[in-house]
């Protein structure tokens, strides 16, 4: 019995001790990894417009309610670029996407995907699923990909959702 309570107590110790070093280098290490992450956000955005710098987008306040909008920056006087992080077959998707000021999408770049590989995924990078949003309205009708549909599906819903808040931003 006494060497039962010994080894509890000391399991007890190591693990205040673990938690203790694990909480110091959390509190070391968010600012930094804060800061990464605004970098590699910041880069994403010069390769939504390449040619631009970070001081053309500002970031907009918005105080509504959304699962899928992470951040909305104003491009210039040109357009609303919105980070959104969409639910999907797995994972999720990552993406940006620019709306100009008559609704129109202007550019479209996946981040990250953890669906399906080369299925879903495709939601990243295929070039046709690109084009079929890049000019058109974006509260209307956008094709999603044939046999992807649970990745690129809400990836269109997202954009949807979007739109409907860069109309609420204008007025």
Do not use: W
Request: glycine letters at 10%; aromatic letters at 8%.
């Amino acid at each position: 019995m006494k060497k039962i309570l010994h080894l509890t107590l000391f399991l007890a110790i190591v693990s205040a001790i673990a938690g203790g070093a694990l909480a110091y280098a959390n509190q070391l290490t968010a600012p930094i990894i804060k800061a990464n992450e605004e970098a590699a956000e910041k880069e994403s955005l010069l390769e939504l417009y390449p040619g631009s710098s970070v001081d053309d987008f500002t970031e907009v306040e918005y105080d509504g309610e959304s699962a899928t909008i992470q951040k909305i920056y104003r491009y210039k006087e040109d357009a609303y670029v919105f980070s959104m992080a969409v639910s999907g077959y797995s994972e999720g998707t990552t993406f940006l996407v620019s709306i100009d000021d008559a609704g129109q999408i202007v550019a479209y770049k996946g981040m990250s995907n953890g669906d399906t590989k080369g299925l879903g995924s495709r939601v990243l990078d295929d070039e046709q699923f690109i084009n079929g949003l890049i000019g058109h309205d974006a509260s209307g009708k956008l094709d999603t990909i044939s046999g992807a549909t649970r990745s690129s599906q809400p990836v269109v819903d997202g954009i949807h959702e979007a739109a409907e808040v860069c109309k609420q931003i204008k007025e």
